[in-house]
């Protein structure tokens, strides 16, 4: 049962935090095209933002869903932590091959999800272990 709550925790954090940093996503673009009507060369850079911003943003987020998960599941914590990573990266890309195509970006997204989660579980058990000794 404990496993399943941890599964589970992990999951819904990592899922609602994505969902609140979409929609605070949605307002900074707003603001930023409003401001690039006014600076066109704040148009060359749009597409790296995403980058420069999302990714260690996402990573941050998997790995927090990670720490979660070992928190509560305390066993099989690279298990667990894969687990909540799998399902989390195939819940956000499924949808979205309806209707297109994984690309290397998409690919490398992916094997993210998964490493950041795995790295979140394995550090809480790091830091669990020295507290102990």
């Not at 987020?61 to 195939?90: D, E, P, Q, R």
Request: with cysteine.
């Amino acid at each position: 049962m404990r496993s399943i709550k941890a599964i589970i925790a992990g999951t819904v954090f990592i899922l609602v935090a994505i969902l609140m940093l979409q929609l605070a996503y949605i307002f900074i673009a707003v603001g930023y095209v409003a401001l690039a009507k006014n600076y066109p060369f704040l148009n060359d850079i749009v597409g790296f933002f995403r980058y420069i911003v999302g990714i260690p943003l996402f990573a941050a987020t998997m790995f927090i869903g990670g720490y979660i998960t070992a928190n509560i599941a305390s066993t099989k914590i690279w298990l667990h932590c894969l687990a909540v990573g799998l399902i989390v990266a195939v819940s956000m890309f499924y949808p979205l091959l309806e209707h297109s195509n994984l690309t290397i970006t998409g690919m490398v997204v992916f094997i993210l999800a998964l490493a950041a989660t795995t790295v979140g579980g394995l550090y809480w058990q790091k830091n669990n272990r020295m507290n102990q000794t």
